[in-house]
């Protein structure tokens, strides 16, 4: 009888618990579901309200460009260059300087008059072989090389054989008399001759003949009484220096002939 009498109690014990027990579940839900519910709500909020803050100084910043466009800054141009005036001194002639010649010394005195004298020589020595053939007689000095060149005439002469003869002759007897007969031998003699030479139009005009060179080197060999001209072309191989005979393609043949004979 005392266990069945304790039932009741016991059982609404329980219903009491259970029930407890559901309030705290509740409890806890709600408090979860409300936890969530804030914090899917506050960013939305706050992103709202930081959009719209700068949506507001975008407009305001339209506002101010409309309302006062003078704020755009303009290009201002820069001053030009001010032209100074210059003032151009007036020209002025400047003397030129005058180039005063120093007077002849003695020595080129002395110098003029031995050579006016040795020219007259070597036309006097010309003079006496060639009488009125004789066209120039001059000495010409160059880096001191002094040469006596002697110009004729050898136009009246028959044919080319008798004007290479005349020259070879005239050479026998002008080279001694030019180099012992100066004041002071020269280093080569050059003795030319002019003839008349017509070309195959028929036409005729003054050419050189013959040229003969003979140096003071080659004069010092030669004994020219006893000479024979017919070894001149020998004499001028075997000296091998600047004498030398030139001939007029005219009287090559000639020229050949006189120096095989």
């Known amino acids: 009888m005392a266990a069945t009498a304790g039932q009741p109690k016991a059982s609404h014990k329980l219903r009491n618990l259970m029930v407890a027990?559901?309030?705290?579940?509740i409890c806890v839900c709600v408090g979860l579901f409300a936890t969530v519910y804030m914090a899917e709500q506050t960013p939305t909020y706050k992103a709202t309200q930081?959009?719209?803050v700068a949506?507001?100084?975008?407009?305001?910043?339209?506002?101010?460009?409309?309302?006062?466009?003078?704020?755009?800054?303009?290009?201002?141009?820069l001053p030009g260059p001010t032209s100074t005036p210059t003032t151009t001194p007036s020209s002025?002639?400047?003397?030129?300087?005058?180039?005063?010649?120093?007077?002849?010394?003695?020595?080129?005195?002395?110098?003029?008059?031995?050579q006016a004298a040795s020219n007259a020589s070597l036309a006097a020595i010309a003079k006496q072989v060639l009488a009125d053939?004789?066209?120039?007689?001059?000495?010409?000095?160059?880096?001191?090389?002094?040469?006596?060149?002697?110009?004729?005439?050898?136009?009246?002469?028959?044919?080319?054989?008798s004007?290479?003869?005349?020259?070879?002759?005239?050479?026998?007897?002008?080279?001694?008399?030019?180099?012992?007969?100066?004041?002071?031998?020269?280093?080569?003699?050059?003795?030319i001759s002019i003839?008349?030479?017509?070309?195959?139009?028929?036409?005729?005009?003054?050419?050189?003949?013959?040229?003969?060179r003979i140096t003071k080197a080659l004069n010092t060999k030669m004994n020219w009484p006893n000479f024979d001209r017919r070894n001149t072309l020998n004499v001028?191989?075997?000296?091998?220096?600047?004498?030398?005979?030139?001939v007029n393609p005219a009287l090559i043949k000639a020229w050949v002939a006189s120096q095989n004979q």
């Not at 053939?133 to 054989?161: C, H, M, P």
């Not at 005349?166 to 003699?189: E, K, Q, Y």
């Not at 003839?195 to 003969?212: L, S």
């Not at 001028?236 to 030139?246: G, Y």
């Open 55 to 77: 949506l507001a100084q975008l407009q305001q910043t339209e506002s101010l460009w409309t309302a006062t466009p003078s704020a755009v800054p303009t290009s201002t141009p």
């Open 236 to 246: 001028l191989v075997d000296q091998n220096d600047d004498s030398a005979v030139m």
């Open 133 to 161: 053939k004789l066209i120039s007689a001059q000495l010409v000095t160059a880096r001191g090389y002094t040469s006596a060149t002697i110009v004729y005439d050898d136009s009246v002469e028959f044919d080319e054989n």
């Open 92 to 114: 002025t002639s400047t003397p030129k300087p005058t180039i005063t010649l120093p007077p002849k010394t003695a020595t080129a005195a002395a110098l003029g008059t031995s």
């Open 21 to 25: 027990a559901g309030l705290v579940v």
């Open 195 to 212: 003839a008349n030479f017509t070309d195959i139009h028929g036409q005729t005009k003054a050419e050189n003949a013959v040229e003969i």
């Open 163 to 191: 004007m290479i003869d005349t020259s070879l002759r005239n050479m026998i007897r002008l080279m001694p008399a030019v180099f012992s007969g100066l004041p002071a031998a020269p280093d080569m003699v050059v003795l």
């Open 50 to 52: 930081t959009a719209q």
